[in-house]
Every structure is written in structure tokens, then in C-alpha cells.
């Protein structure tokens, strides 16, 4: 069914446990007409466990509308990603898909995934965020921008810490908070890269990257801040503490 809107809202006394295969909370439009919109918020406070192989803690997902995820509380996701929103994959004009976090998420794969196919990608997280093997905080964009925005604590125990990618858009982090990306020599590499923040766009589009007075970056095997633009601008600035094999990469073809 078109042309219709979601609104869920899970309080802090809630707690929900899920084994299943879908997670803990789950909210999905499948329709595919592009006509309409159909568009999902999720606001949550609530403690979520998710134990299921692939299962993510809080999902929602739309092909044809924009997505909104809020996030208070404490989630766990022991074999999936801790909060993934994915929307406008069947959408005719611009949509937003965002992930705002001001609690605790911990996840075996990407602590917080935001996935926009028309449009920008927004990730704003004042909260602590941990994955075991992936990305704590990603956000893509296959025909649009990125705009991230941390003043919490990221850490990536097995990869990227922080990676923002666009695609004929602009590109933005700032970092005010802390950043960590590790490696753990007892996992098997997965990622290319082992960067504190990883920002780069495809096609048109600037990318700026901006640790502030109060940033941390930490990257023991690899670069602080890296990013790449293949035919616009890229700015980087720092003004904060770097502890990294390299401190600053930047890579333009324009």
C-alpha cells in the first residue's frame, strides 16, 4: 500500500529482546511507488537487545520515502548492526535519511548505518557508539551527499572508525568528540582501510573534513583523517589531537 506514514515511539521503561531474524525493532515499507512517499520515524528510548545471526537492533527501512531514526537508549546487537535506517530507493525527488544518537549502542557489525538512494544521508550522534568487526558510524549515499556530525565516543575495534560516502554530492564530517579505529590481528582483514575518519564522493562534489579544539583521533594503523574527491574540492582542518600512523590524507582528481 502507497502513500502512507509510520510513527513509533518506544519509551525508556520499555525493554525489548529479540532472537529473531528481523531483529529487535523492525519497521519496513516495501511499496514501490514512486508516485507517493512513504515515510518512517522511529523514536526510541527504550533498552534493545538484539542475539540474532545478522539481526539488527533498531531497522527501518523505506524504497520510496525518507527515514528518521532517534535513538536514546541502549542498544545491543550481538550478531547484527546496532541502528540501520535505508530509504528512497524507488523515490523520483530528494529524501533525507538520518540517525540522531544520544545513547549507548554496541554491535558486532556497523554500530550506526544510514543508507540513502536519492538524496543526503544525515548522522548526528552525541552518544557512545562500539562495533566488534565494522564501521562504528557510516553513511552512503548512492545519488546525494553525507553530512556527519559527532561529539560522542566511536570506536571500531576491526575497521574504519567513522566513513561518510557520497555520490554527486558534498561531503562533511566534523568530529568535537572522540574517535577510535582499531585493529584486531585475530580477525581476519575485511577492511582496506583502518582509519579514524574515512570521507570521500564519487562524481561531483566537495568533501570537508573538520576535527575541532575538542577532537580526538586515534588510528594506530592508518591515517587520523583521510579523504578523497574524484572531481571536486577536499578541505581538511584540524584543530584538535591526532594519535595516528599518519595524521592527514587528502586525494583529489580536480
Given at each position: 500500500?502507497?502513500?502512507?506514514?509510520?510513527?513509533?515511539?518506544?519509551?525508556?521503561d520499555?525493554?525489548?529482546?529479540?532472537?529473531?531474524?528481523?531483529?529487535a525493532?523492525w519497521?519496513?515499507?516495501?511499496s514501490?511507488?514512486?508516485?507517493?512517499s512513504n515515510?518512517?520515524?522511529?523514536?526510541?528510548?527504550a533498552?534493545?537487545?538484539s542475539y540474532g545471526?545478522?539481526?539488527?537492533?533498531?531497522?527501518?527501512?523505506?524504497?520510496?520515502?525518507w527515514v528518521?531514526i532517534?535513538?536514546?537508549g541502549?542498544?545491543?546487537?550481538?550478531g547484527?548492526?546496532?541502528?540501520?535506517?535505508?530509504g528512497?530507493?524507488?523515490?523520483l525527488?530528494d529524501?533525507?535519511?538520518?540517525?540522531?544518537?544520544?545513547?549507548?549502542?554496541?554491535s558486532?557489525?556497523?554500530g550506526?548505518?544510514?543508507i540513502n538512494?536519492?538524496?543526503?544521508?544525515?548522522?548526528e550522534?552525541?552518544?557512545?557508539?562500539?562495533?566488534?568487526?565494522r564501521?562504528?558510524?557510516i553513511?552512503?549515499?548512492?545519488?546525494?551527499?553525507?553530512?556527519?556530525d559527532?561529539?560522542g565516543?566511536?570506536?571500531?575495534?576491526?575497521?574504519?572508525?567513522?566513513?561518510a560516502?557520497?555520490t554527486?554530492?558534498d561531503?562533511?564530517?566534523?568530529n568535537s568528540?572522540?574517535?577510535?579505529?582499531?585493529?584486531?590481528?585475530?580477525?581476519?582483514?575485511?577492511s582496506p582501510d583502518?582509519?579514524?575518519?574515512s570521507a570521500?564522493?564519487?562524481?561531483?562534489?566537495?568533501v570537508?573534513?573538520?576535527?575541532?579544539?575538542?577532537?580526538?583521533?586515534?588510528?594506530?594503523?592508518?591515517a587520523?583523517m583521510?579523504?578523497?574527491?574524484?572531481s571536486?574540492a577536499?578541505?581538511?582542518?584540524?584543530?584538535?589531537?591526532?594519535?595516528?600512523k599518519?595524521?592527514i590524507?587528502?586525494?583529489?582528481?580536480s
Amino acid at each position: 500500500q502507497a502513500d502512507w506514514d509510520a510513527n513509533l515511539f518506544i519509551g525508556a521503561d520499555v525493554s525489548i529482546t529479540s532472537a529473531g531474524p528481523f531483529g529487535a525493532v523492525w519497521l519496513r515499507s516495501e511499496s514501490s511507488d514512486s508516485t507517493t512517499s512513504n515515510d518512517l520515524v522511529v523514536n526510541s528510548a527504550a533498552s534493545v537487545v538484539s542475539y540474532g545471526t545478522n539481526a539488527d537492533g533498531i531497522t527501518a527501512t523505506s524504497n520510496n520515502g525518507w527515514v528518521s531514526i532517534t535513538n536514546a537508549g541502549d542498544v545491543t546487537a550481538a550478531g547484527g548492526r546496532g541502528i540501520y535506517a535505508d530509504g528512497g530507493a524507488t523515490s523520483l525527488s530528494d529524501v533525507t535519511v538520518s540517525i540522531t544518537n544520544s545513547g549507548s549502542v554496541h554491535s558486532y557489525q556497523a554500530g550506526l548505518r544510514a543508507i540513502n538512494y536519492r538524496g543526503t544521508t544525515v548522522i548526528e550522534n552525541e552518544g557512545t557508539v562500539r562495533s566488534t568487526t565494522r564501521q562504528g558510524i557510516i553513511g552512503w549515499s548512492a545519488n546525494g551527499g553525507v553530512t556527519i556530525d559527532n561529539s560522542g565516543v566511536v570506536v571500531a575495534d576491526h575497521y574504519d572508525a567513522v566513513v561518510a560516502a557520497g555520490t554527486g554530492g558534498d561531503v562533511s564530517v566534523t568530529n568535537s568528540g572522540s574517535v577510535t579505529a582499531n585493529r584486531n590481528l585475530n580477525l581476519s582483514q575485511v577492511s582496506p582501510d583502518f582509519h579514524a575518519i574515512s570521507a570521500y564522493t564519487d562524481g561531483a562534489g566537495s568533501v570537508t573534513v573538520s576535527n575541532t579544539a575538542s577532537g580526538v583521533l586515534t588510528a594506530h594503523w592508518d591515517a587520523g583523517m583521510a579523504a578523497a574527491s574524484s572531481s571536486g574540492a577536499v578541505t581538511m582542518t584540524n584543530a584538535g589531537a591526532i594519535d595516528a600512523k599518519t595524521g592527514i590524507y587528502a586525494d583529489s582528481d580536480s
